[in-house]
């Protein structure tokens, strides 16, 4: 990913607009993926310190991959790569049990014993901890951790300190979290790469101090290289929990998805992870029964939707909306543009969240034109006045200017005369700096969550702090993401559900949330993007986990 230098939206949510930098940085990554193809050819590359597959015989792992780690300094990393180099590189209060979405105690010894007012989180922490520098873990370097995430003023400092009161050692081995309201996520949100424990020897607390190129932490790998091009990790021999499967792990970090594809295609590395086009993905995995690598699939929690202003006519009309919804053909996108990749989405909450409830499928179909007609007609749209649908999408990405003139030719084709589709793009860092001004009628995004919750998917689009059902968002999330919707009804669930110790009235709460988005229309939910890893049959425990992290301790040849 590349983080690009631009001026950013004023006001609106610091969630919103500090995700969207790094969603730039992932939607010109991905379309970079998707314009090189397997005919750009290029020769295979080998790092300082990397060895083919074929002939490794120390048992180091060797990965490949197109993404880029700006830092690893917790307190400032906010991208998907250098986030799965510290779940590998450092622990955390508490993590998933592999191949579980089951939160359980990492560096904690015990669930958190929570304040009957949900605003007090007392942890019980390991004694047997001691950091790659040799310092002991204690409450008090988990209390300087946390303070410096907080103070240090990095990108994802806002996760922590718009939630966090005070962090305190009430003992040697315990910590004490006063949230400043109730959040029934915040010991999921604990699980965020960056709430990961440093050396306060080797680290220095205050805003901007920041060590890109380097971690001392407590994970089962130590960094031993960190060059644009390598990415060394070596077994942390004195780990405290069970010892990594490898005796570590060598990443290349290649130029184009054609190097590493043909590197990985030729031998050249154990496993190729992030990132390749579809033509790629579909040519290695057509080949992997008569060749020696292996394909694994998994859901992925990025979702990717439609966001409609509710300030510009017509789309202030709910029937316009909800016939937006209904010309809408998942099933074609995925088709003629993932090539099968990719999975329809029919809720802002991705599949693999238990209360997930297709409410857009039910509600709407796929490509229902008569339906859609029906609406249009109610709302006074006709081949005298028709609908011109603005699809607007950053220029950077590829992907969406496939998916949007996909659903020109469909909708236009469908609803002819009564529908023109009018395709969009503008550079990204001007998209996102509009979109919360209101300029744009309907803006396709991307998303992809800090941490496992359901709150991360609603209360960043369907939240507004201020405004009314007349005036509509004035200052919040739906307003920073270009929607504008305002519901009073939908505060008050996305506070209770905030306030909800009980999983069950949670999950109950989400339901009725997705039924509102349905009946209300302010995003359409478009796609759920896989994540695919590929890897030579010599090499065992490559997964992908429900939560999208990846654990390199695990693999094993």
């Not at 590349?2 to 992932?26: C, D, E, P």
Request: proline letters at 6%; a negative charge.
């Amino acid at each position: 990913m590349v983080i690009a230098t631009v001026a950013w939206m004023q006001g609106g949510n610091q969630r919103w607009t500090r995700r969207l930098r790094s969603q730039l940085k992932f939607i010109a990554l991905f379309s970079l993926c998707l314009a090189l193809t397997v005919a750009c050819g290029g020769q295979p590359q080998t790092g300082a310190g990397s060895s083919t597959a074929d002939g490794d015989s120390t048992g180091r792992i060797t990965m490949g991959t197109t993404q880029q780690a700006r830092t690893l300094d917790p307190a400032d990393a906010y991208e998907l790569f250098p986030g799965i180099l510290l779940q590998n590189l450092g622990d955390r209060l508490y993590n998933y049990t592999p191949g579980t979405t089951d939160l359980v105690p990492q560096l904690a010894t015990d669930m958190p014993t929570i304040s009957d007012d949900g605003l007090v989180y007392t942890i019980p922490l390991r004694d047997d901890v001691t950091l790659h520098d040799g310092t002991p873990f204690d409450a008090e370097v988990m209390v300087f951790s946390l303070n410096r995430f907080m103070n240090n003023g990095g990108r994802p400092a806002f996760l922590l300190s718009e939630r966090i009161e005070s962090v305190e050692a009430t003992d040697d081995y315990e910590l004490t979290i006063t949230l400043s309201q109730p959040f029934a996520a915040f010991t999921a949100l604990l699980t965020f790469s960056g709430a990961t424990p440093v050396s306060p020897s080797a680290y220095g607390e205050g805003s901007g101090n920041f060590q890109p190129d380097s971690f001392i932490g407590s994970g089962p790998y130590k960094l031993a290289d960190f060059r644009p091009d390598v990415i060394r990790l070596d077994v942390n021999e004195d780990y405290w929990g069970d010892p990594p499967a490898n005796n570590g792990v060598d990443i290349q970090i290649f130029s184009s998805p054609a190097n590493l594809y043909n590197t990985f295609r030729t031998g050249g590395l154990d496993v190729a992870y992030q990132t390749l086009d579809p033509d790629q993905v579909a040519s290695l995995e057509r080949e992997a029964d008569e060749a020696d690598w292996q394909v694994i699939t998994a859901g992925s929690t990025v979702i990717n939707l439609l966001s409609l202003n509710q300030k510009i006519e017509p789309f202030d009309d709910l029937r316009v909306r909800q016939a937006v919804a209904a010309m809408i053909d998942r099933n074609l996108v995925n088709e003629r543009v993932f090539q099968g990749q990719a999975e329809p989405l029919y809720s802002l909450l991705p599949t693999s969240f238990e209360m997930y409830e297709p409410v857009f499928e039910t509600a709407y179909g796929d490509g229902e034109f008569e339906q859609a007609r029906e609406l249009l007609e109610e709302a006074g749209i006709s081949e005298d006045n028709p609908l011109v649908l603005e699809l607007w999408y950053p220029s950077a990405s590829n992907i969406r200017s496939l998916v949007a003139n996909t659903l020109k030719e469909s909708i236009e084709q469908g609803l002819p005369g009564l529908v023109e589709v009018d395709v969009n793009n503008v550079a990204g860092a001007t998209l996102w700096a509009n979109t919360a001004d209101g300029i744009y009628p309907t803006v396709m995004a991307n998303w992809y969550p800090d941490y496992y919750d359901p709150e991360t998917f609603f209360q960043p689009f369907m939240s507004c702090s201020q405004g009314s059902e007349e005036t509509l968002c004035e200052e919040g999330e739906s307003q920073a993401s270009g929607s504008f919707y305002y519901s009073e009804a939908v505060n008050d669930l996305l506070a209770a559900q905030s306030a909800e110790q009980d999983e069950s009235a949670r999950s109950d709460i989400f339901r009725q949330i997705q039924t509102r988005l349905a009946e209300d229309v302010p995003y359409v939910p478009l796609w759920q993007s896989k994540d695919y890893v590929f890897s030579r049959d010599s090499v065992s425990g490559v997964a992908v986990q429900p939560t999208q992290q990846f654990l390199l301790w695990q693999i094993e040849k």
